[in-house]
């Protein structure tokens, strides 16, 4: 009997042993990927990105057109004013009301213009796409179980930079 015991002892205690590595191998590795850095990298030098920079250029010269326009009849109604001459005054008054409210107009029709090319770009379909399969070679290839976006999750509290796999996803998209 006794002896029966030590092998049973024994074939577990084998068996344990050589189970370990077994194991130890079904640990899951997770990664980590900053896609709002990502997303700045990828839409840093693209078309659509320079096309809105260069709108938003463009209005806010004529914005500073317009201001600049607005402060010339200010001073020249207060040059009117100064000079006694109340119908000149009331006069550059009106066009000073009527440049104001095309200002308002013009900047609130553009920022309402610019917001939405901004959220056509957030919402870039191609972009997720290539992100996507970016991410899924990245995790194959590494072996990670999960990637997980630090912006998307508020459940991320710590991690460590060696999981962190977003200037790999942006070498990996071309950027």
């Known amino acids: 009997m006794n002896k029966r015991i030590k092998l049973l002892i024994t074939v577990f205690v084998i068996t344990c042993v050589f189970s370990i590595p077994v194991f130890s ?4 590795k997770f990664g980590v990927v900053d896609t709002a850095k990502v997303y700045e990298a ?24 317009q201001t600049e ?8 109604k207060l040059d ?6 109340d119908s000149a005054a009331l006069k550059t008054e009106a066009e000073i009301t009527k440049k104001k409210d095309y200002l308002t ?4 029709a553009k920022n309402v213009e610019l917001e939405s090319m901004q959220r056509s770009l957030q919402n ?3 972009f997720y796409k290539k ?9 194959e290839s ?6 997980l976006s630090l912006q998307d999750s508020n459940s991320i509290l710590w991690y460590s930079s060696s999981v962190d796999i977003t200037q790999q996803v942006i070498t990996e998209l071309g950027l």
């Open 42 to 65: 990828y839409f840093r030098n693209t078309a659509p990105i320079r096309n809105y920079e260069n709108k938003k250029a463009e209005y806010q010269a004529e914005i500073n057109k």
């Open 25 to 28: 191998q079904q640990i899951t």
């Open 80 to 85: 009117y004013e100064n000079k006694g001459n």
């Open 131 to 139: 992100l996507y399969n970016t991410l899924s070679r990245i995790a």
């Open 124 to 126: 870039s379909d191609d």
């Open 69 to 76: 326009e607005l402060r010339k009849l200010q001073q020249k």
């Open 142 to 147: 590494g072996g990670y179980s999960m990637i």
């Open 105 to 108: 107009e013009y900047t609130n």
